[in-house]
């Protein structure tokens, strides 16, 4: 599968690790590709749409 992980999008995007859950948390910015559904051990996986997302909401803060 291709794709981002989340360590990739932190370093891509500027986001923190935490900023990363917490927004796939409450359904800002969820990873496309592989979502966790809360589960422990499931990476996230980011497509380059959700990258350009996730730089959007880092720029409005």
Do not use: I, N
């Amino acid at each position: 599968m291709e794709g981002f992980t989340a360590q990739q999008a932190t370093r891509l995007t500027g986001c923190t690790p935490h900023q990363l859950r917490y927004w796939d948390k409450v359904g800002l910015v969820e990873p496309s590709l592989q979502q966790t559904g809360g589960r422990p051990g499931r990476r996230r996986m980011y497509s380059f749409r959700d990258l350009v997302a996730l730089r959007v909401v880092k720029s409005l803060l």
